[in-house]
């Protein structure tokens, strides 16, 4: 049993192996929610401002929103719907926009768009009582929907390798490794690598389902159509929103993620009023792939307190 307060848990583990009609909304302010009722793979529902977001809707019982990260697409969440699904949850996840099936256009490239979409999706679908469960940009994500539209409707909270500021600065050092004002632009268009080479190889088990490193979708995605969006992720700081999520939360990280510091996940854990920290030994920025299992189990824990 963990402790709740800012703990950090370090643990070492392997893994064992709808449709709505296309509608531009213009300057409606509603979602078109009709036709979302549907349950199954690559359901559609139409944003306010007009966007085709596509997901997944499987299982019946406690409902759980799964937020990939910046590339990524649901599926990114392989090694957990199922298993979720058999363990009696209701699995939501996004395709969000500009990623996977979802409509990429060039407007709304913003955090808070995206965190919009995720709260029309919960009430669109009526939902209640949600575990939001983010992976890195998937986080951020959640973090401007808990800003523009407060916390109704959600019951936990699971942030995956995500630092709430990713812009190193005189106040601040705990953002993405190497990331600073002087060399933004050189990394927020990728000609300047950033973070640290610290990722360990992929396990059997992740290679089988996702390839090797070198068929990452990161490498194949299209960063310059997105260009806007990534200036808006890189330079938000949503540090004064943690202290504001009272809802039950886990912070995870991996001891080998190239971009961020334990002692910032640490100190993210020990920001939310109920909170705890879990660091796997044996990942790096994806403990849900390199230590799926350990990390299904201990989710399933949280998810029964």
Known sequence: MHDLGGEVICVSGTAKDRTGKRAYAGRTCQANTQGIKMAGKNQTFIASDGVRIVYDDEGTGPVIMLVHGYSADKNYWHFQKDFLV????????????????????LFGQ?????GLDIKELIVGLKLDGVTLIGHSFGVNAILAMFSLAGFDGVSRFVAVDQSPKIMNDETWQWGIKGVSWATFWDQVTF???????????RPPHVREVFGEETEDPFDGYDHRHVAQLLVDHFVTDWRDILPQIRVPSWIVTGRHTPYYHLEG??????????????????????PAWYDAEAFNAELLAFLKR
């Open 265 to 286: 996940m640490q100190w993210y854990a020990q920001q939310l009023p109920n909170a705890y920290l879990t660091c796997y030994e044996n990942s790096g920025h994806d």
């Open 191 to 201: 000609r300047t690598p950033f973070g640290q080479d610290l990722e360990p190889a």
């Open 110 to 114: 913003r955090m808070s768009r995206h």
């Open 86 to 105: 058999q363990s009696g949850y209701r699995i939501i996840a996004i395709d969000q926009r500009n990623h996977g099936r979802s409509d990429r256009p």
